[in-house]
Every structure is written in C-alpha cells, then in structure tokens.
C-alpha cells in the first residue's frame, strides 16, 4: 500500500475527496481540519443545486455529475440531508438586464448537450404565467425560468461525505491546522500544531485559504475572493414562491426551511474581486445590511422590514474564466480544488477528479477545462 494521502480542509471539498480516496482505494487518508467538518464556507453557502446551464461543457458535466451522486445520497434511507427543488427565477428590471437574459436563454438553448430547460418570459407574460402573487412583477422586463433550481442543507451534505469517508477508514484530524507543507519541490509532509506529518500527496481544500498553503510552496493560484454577506430573515407567511435573482441589484433570495428566506447578494465577479483574502466580518455591515433589504423588498413587497434572525459574511473564491481548478500543480504531490463560487455543486465531481488522478493517474476527461494549466505562465504534474 502506497503512503498517506493528506487534505487539508474539512468543508465540502476535503469531505468528499476523503469519501472517493477512502471509497476508492486502501490508501491512508487524513483529512486535517483546525475547527470542525464544514466550519467555513460551506456552512455558509447558500448552497443552490441543480441544473442552470453553465458557461462551458466541462461546467455542465462537473454540475450534471454532483445532481446524479447528490440523488444517490439523498435517496439513501440512512441519510438525512434537508434539501428541496423549488424552481429559480432570475428577473430583469431594464433593457440591458433583459438583453442578458435572451442572450443566456438562446445560449442555454443553442447547447448541444442539452443546456437545461429555462423558459424565459418577456413583459407581463410572467404574470399569466405562474402564480407569484409575493413577488413584484410591475417592474419585471423579462425572465428566466429554471425549474429544476434546488437547495441542500450544505453543512448537513459535508457530514454526509464525511460519514461516509470515516466508514471507509479515513481519518479526520479536527482541532489541527496546518501550519507549514514540507518538503522542497516535492511534498514530503505537512507540519501541524500537533506536530509533522509524513505524506505521499497533499491535497488543498481550504477553501479561500488554498491560495495562503500554496503559495507557500511558490505556487501563485490565478484565485480572487469577493465578500459574499447573507442575511436569513423571518417569513411568517411560509408562502411558496421560487428562488428570485436580480442581478441589476446583486439580491438573490429563496425560502429557507421553517418560515425564513434566506437573502444573498453578489459583490462583483473575477475582475471587481480582490487578490487579497481580506479577513472576513463576522457580521453584515449595516450599510450592506440595510441595502440588501431595501432591494429584496423591492422584490418581494412582504420582506419590507423583516426580522433578522441570523446573518454571516463569507468569501466567494472567483476564478479568471469561472471555471473551477482542480487537479495536480507543478509542485510534485501537490493537488489543489478551488472553484468559481460553485463549490457545493461541483464538490463531488472535486473527489472523483482528484481521486482518479492520485489513485490511477488518470487525467479524467474534465482535464483540458479545470486543469490550473489552461492559464497562461502554469503549468502541472501530469505524469507523461
Ligand atoms: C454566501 C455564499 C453563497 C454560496 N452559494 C453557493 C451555492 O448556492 N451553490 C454552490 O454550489 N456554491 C455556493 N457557494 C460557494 C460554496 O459555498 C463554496 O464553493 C464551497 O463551500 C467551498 O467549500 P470548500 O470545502 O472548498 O471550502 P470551505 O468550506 O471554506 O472549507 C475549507 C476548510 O479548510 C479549513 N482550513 C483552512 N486553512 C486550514 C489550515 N491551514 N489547516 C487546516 N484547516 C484549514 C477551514 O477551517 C475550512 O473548514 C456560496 C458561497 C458563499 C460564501
């Protein structure tokens, strides 16, 4: 048996490479985590699945592969991930806002793999179309209709891979953080608070914290982060009505479980994010707060003034062409999975790229569109 494989990170990415490496092989696995199993990002996703087109083929089939294995949990008795499919509306208030809606329509329409079946709506023909007597469609220009638009619970998913890892014999070293990844040119180990590590392969899955490991072995991701706040409100109405998404306002909102809505707002895409990975508020700033209410409430009248009954801050890790990268770097034993802010969807295709590439050198057909070596000035370890 070959030697230890380590991840670091205990978010959805560590807990499903964990769960394919230990499925998949008698390697030891050792998953270093310094707080808990879906401390960070992933607990604070608003943790959308399901099929919604996709820039690329590479997106769609790295979507298409987490629905199919998600339905295999999830139809799994023993498992007990709350999650619902409820639809997803993205609605245009101005000419250009409609003008970008027809273009993803005929573009979702136009793909040859079958891109997802949206309708798309102009004027008041929404209106006529579907009962939304909560939503405000006086301003509605034009909208996209995804009917398959879906959330999990993503916290309660990352336990899931991580019970399934631990009952194949992975290891998950909660509390301890990796301080320092060994070895010159090749990864030899990893120091940990509790001390050093041998390790034949490292991978990184921390999340907004990848870019800090790997550049600590000269390694520079192609990465930027945007703040991503979310407030998760009361709703005592309870009434039904799909995810909205306006992007001329940056909300989006969907239900939440027991009466909440919870309400998200995107700060910008690669070219407005920051390089840096600036340390992340605990709370909503009141301005952002405040706006994002205002805006939500010009969707959804009833959400004037709601009660706040949680709220959080995370960082969306942004990629150049939205893609994620996944895979093996330059630095020998060294892989990393990072995404476009789609990690929830994509995680399980993260754990079977990555595990076909440790375990079988297999590059995987997704190799071309997530390798770090599609950039300019990178390069990998592919074996030749
Ligand atoms: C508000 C918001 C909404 C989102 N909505 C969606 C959505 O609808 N659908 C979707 O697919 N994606 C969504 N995303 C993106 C998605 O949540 C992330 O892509 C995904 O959670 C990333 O998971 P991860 O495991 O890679 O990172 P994380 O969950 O951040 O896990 C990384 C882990 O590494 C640990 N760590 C870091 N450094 C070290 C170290 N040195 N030693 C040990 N441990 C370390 C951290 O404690 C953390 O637990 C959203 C993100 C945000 C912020």
Do not use: C
Request: negative net charge.
């Amino acid at each position: 048996m070959a030697g230890t494989i380590g991840v670091v990170g205990g978010g959805i990415t560590g807990a499903s490479v964990a769960y394919y490496l230990s499925t998949r092989s008698d390697r030891r696995v050792v998953v270093f985590e310094r707080e808990h199993v879906a401390a960070r990002t992933t607990a604070k996703s608003a943790g959308y699945v399901g099929f919604h087109g996709g820039n690329t083929r590479t997106h769609r089939e790295l979507m298409r592969y987490g629905i199919r294995l998600y339905n295999e949990f999830l139809s799994d008795p023993g498992t007990d991930v709350r999650h619902r499919t409820i639809g997803g509306l993205e609605l245009a208030t101005t000419a250009d806002g409609r003008a970008r809606l027809q273009s993803r329509y005929r573009a979702t329409r136009d793909q040859e793999d079958g891109g997802g079946s949206a309708e798309y709506f102009e004027g008041d023909a929404l209106a006529g179309s579907m009962l939304l007597p909560d939503v405000n469609l006086d301003a509605v220009e034009a909208a996209l209709f995804w009917p398959n638009y879906g959330f999990v619970e993503p916290a309660e998913l990352a336990e899931e891979f991580a019970a399934r890892a631990r009952r194949a014999g992975a290891e998950f070293e909660t509390g301890t953080e990796v301080t320092d990844i060994l070895g010159s040119g090749t990864v030899t180990g990893v120091e940990t608070g509790e001390g050093s590590v041998d390790i034949d392969h490292l991978v990184l899955a921390a999340g907004p914290w990848n870019e800090q490991l790997a550049s600590s072995v000269g390694l520079d991701l192609p990465v930027r982060y945007s703040v991503a706040p979310a407030l998760l409100v009361e709703d005592p109405s309870g009434n039904a009505y799909p995810s909205l998404t306006h992007r001329e306002s940056g909300v989006y909102l969907r239900q939440h479980h027991d009466r909440r809505v919870f309400l998200g707002h995107y700060q910008g895409d690669y070219h407005e994010a920051t390089r840096e990975n600036r340390a992340i508020p605990d709370a909503v700033p009141p301005e952002t707060r405040t706006r994002i209410l205002e805006r939500a409430a010009r969707l959804v009248p009833r959400l004037e003034r709601p009660t706040v009954r949680d709220e959080w801050v995370g960082l969306r890790s942004l990629t150049p062409d939205r893609n994620p990268i996944i895979g093996w770097t330059d630095v020998d034993g060294l892989s990393v999975a990072t995404y476009n802010a789609t990690g929830i969807q994509h995680a399980p295709a993260a754990g079977d790229i990555l595990s076909r590439q440790i375990l079988d050198d297999d590059p995987t057909r997704q190799y071309e569109g997530v390798s770090v070596s599609r950039f300019d000035g990178y390069t990998d370890g592919r074996p030749l």
